[in-house]
């Protein structure tokens, strides 16, 4: 039986188009992987911090990683951050930090996620928040950069920028100095 070239058309385009519907779901499934490797990135850190696990808190990161942190002073390539951090988690307790909530997005080539996080910590409600790059080599999610801020009230943020108006004077005077 010979089918005519409109009907083998019909076929293949038909086919195409069956084999391009089942791959959307896997796309789904790709997004909702990104979004787990990265939630499960996040808490194995925030963990390693809270047992002191040096060697896991920093494999975590990437080679050039940035960390800033709550102070205007605090900003820290990798190895900075962790000649700074190495006598806490030598204490044998670095910092616990809970996440309590999370949002995760990614870019269309799956292969960075961006987040930010309300964190229960030592010093109240902190907000973290980053940048997660797939590391072909290792297979694997990692933090390239973490900015940790403390969140203040807005109807608090006057009696903070006065317990802070020296601090800020002498910090900017200084660098205006350089």
Same mark, same amino acid.
């Given at each position: 039986m010979s089918l005519s070239k409109t009907t083998q058309f019909a076929i293949v385009f038909l086919l195409a188009i069956s084999i391009?519907?089942?791959?959307?779901p896997a796309s789904e499934k790709q997004l909702i992987s990104v979004e787990n490797s990265v939630n499960i990135l996040l808490d194995q850190w925030h963990q390693a911090a809270s047992a002191a696990d040096f060697n896991s808190y920093f494999d975590l990161m990437t080679d050039e990683a940035v960390?800033?942190?709550t102070e205007a002073t605090?900003?820290?390539n990798k190895t900075e951050f962790m000649a700074y951090a190495k006598p806490h988690f030598d204490r044998g307790k670095a910092w616990t930090f809970v996440a309590f909530?999370?949002?995760?997005?990614?870019?269309? *080539?799956q292969k960075i996620a961006w987040f930010? /996080?309300?964190l229960q910590t030592q010093m109240g409600i902190c907000r973290g928040n980053g940048i997660a790059v797939y590391d072909a080599d290792t297979q694997s999610w990692k933090i390239?950069?973490?900015?940790?801020?403390? *969140?203040i009230p807005n109807e608090k943020i006057? /009696?903070?920028?006065?317990l802070k108006k020296e601090w800020d004077s002498l910090f900017i005077k200084n660098k205006h100095s350089l």
């Open positions: 391009w519907a089942c791959q959307s960390f800033i942190g605090e900003i820290w909530q999370r949002n995760i997005y990614r870019h269309t *080539d930010d /996080e309300l390239a950069h973490y900015v940790l801020s403390v *969140d006057q /009696e903070t920028v006065q």
